[in-house]
């Protein structure tokens, strides 16, 4: 008698157009290879930047959702090592199907029907041998922590609950009001009884599953809690696993954007955007964020690379692991900051050391005033921080005077013509206003729109101009003036 997951090989339903997701292949030693697509969430903005280190390390495109946060890129098992190295993303899944154009019913009942008998159709096959290859490649660390459903209280039959979490994976929120509507308010719980799977006792682990919704659009007449728990309700029946919020060994992904629906299977326990720090604070960045960052500045060999707000020291720790060729100077005015710093990059080098790799990281931490930095002039190529957005740290008003200042001292150790800036804030009117006050100082070449907790940041890629440091906007006007006076004597010279 053959299994379900035998079975279940045809793709999606008669209304849906599929698109294929994974195949396999034979090799020369008898073994398969298996083709799949596999899902990664990043930070927002940060989409094409992820495609770009997909291409670079992995050697394949990446596709960018139209769900923004996402790409998702076909490989071979025999790469499937390679997609745990990426630094920029966060979260990672392997495709069971995906619809770019799912019809669903208008009514509610039709379409909670259908995601039912969706389940029993899917290609689940291939996936679950890579999750079974992924569970070899990685050392189990327990179970998951199970994200917010463990502050969920449950009935008495929720043991056998499938949680639409979305915050299990951190997906990054956006912006529209319709897709704030969609958070998931509570666990739903199935109509199943716990008692029969605790009778039964069988020889073989039951595998436990929970199935994860995350929803945004505004044209669905159900909810996020509905459409997991009834997906996975008949994900449940289909298996005969046991649904389990918290210690689960399968994360079934139910992506629901407009029209476009992924099904998948978590390959992450968690996400990787934790993997530098161990000793957090109030504004800690996340590291796959640090990494973008890093990326668009483009660190050079022997560049001097500085952070003079560095808080936990996420960034120059980031760069200091992935691009190990220039030096980074971490630095802040609050021995707490620095503290964190030194202990996140101590266990670090300790961990590297555990696993007799080479502990020495090119780094190294300051306590100072971040507006009278004891840096020399012009000798820094890189400056990167997250300026305080006055929300957890600090507060607008003071921005007003911080940021001129700091931006000016920032200007004055940073190499004129070619030194480079990437500054992360979301107090965008007090940049602005302070950037311009700069007399031409620095200039912005590129601006990425990300989500920080929440709050719209923007990312700012700064070129230092060569203009003299200590000149006032009515120097540079008038120096301005005199370029231009010559430029029009010359061209008359040469009419005349």
Known sequence: MSSPRDEAVEPGSDTVGPSTSSSSQSDATGGSIISVTI???????????????????????????????????????????????????????????????????????????????????????????????????????GHRKGGNAAKVKPNSDASDAVAADAEQHELPQVSSTAEDQTTVESVPDLETCEQDSQEAAPEAKVIKFRVTCNRAGDKHSFSSNEAARDFGGAVQEFFQWKADMTKFDIEVLLNIHNEE????????????????????????????????????????????????????????????????????????????????????ICHFQKRRADKGSPSGLPIDTVRWDLCSLPIRTSSVDIIITDMP????????????????????????????????????????????????????????????????????????LLKRTAAVFGQTPEDVHESRGMVEMQGDKKDDQEVS
Not at 49 to 66: H, L
Not at 95 to 120: G, N, R
Not at 306 to 318: K, V
């Open 261 to 344: 629906v992924v099904i998948g299977i978590a390959l992450t326990e968690e996400s990787l955007h934790r993997r530098n720090i161990s000793h957090f604070g109030p504004t800690t960045l996340r590291s796959t964020l640090c990494y973008g960052m890093l990326r668009l500045c483009k660190p050079q060999e022997s560049d001097i690379i500085l952070d003079p707000m560095c808080g936990t020291g996420a960034i120059p720790l980031e760069g200091a692991i992935e691009f190990n060729s220039s030096f980074y100077i971490a630095g802040d005015n609050n021995d707490m900051a620095v503290n964190r710093t030194v202990n996140n």
């Open 39 to 141: 899902g990664a969430t990043v930070p927002t903005g940060f989409e094409h930047t992820a495609a770009e280190e997909v291409k670079e390390k992995i050697g394949v495109d990446a596709r960018i959702s139209k769900d923004r946060g996402r790409i998702y890129f076909p490989i071979t098992t025999d790469k499937l090592y390679q997609v745990h190295l990426l630094r920029s993303v966060d979260n990672l899944f392997v495709v069971v199907e995906e619809y770019d154009h799912y019809q669903f019913k208008e009514s509610k009942e039709e379409t909670l029907t259908e995601l039912q008998q969706l389940a029993s159709k899917l290609p689940w096959t291939d996936t679950l041998e890579v999750w079974k290859l992924n569970r070899t490649l990685k050392k189990k660390k």
């Open 389 to 460: 957005f006055g929300k957890r740290m600090g507060s607008k008003k003071k921005n007003w005077d911080l940021y001129p200042s700091c931006l000016r001292e920032m200007a004055r150790v940073c190499r004129p013509s070619s030194g480079k800036a990437v500054l992360l804030t979301q107090d965008k009117k007090c940049f602005s206003k302070a950037i311009s006050r700069m007399g031409g100082l620095w200039r912005k070449l590129h601006t990425v729109w990300v989500n920080v907790g929440g709050l719209h940041a923007g990312v700012y």
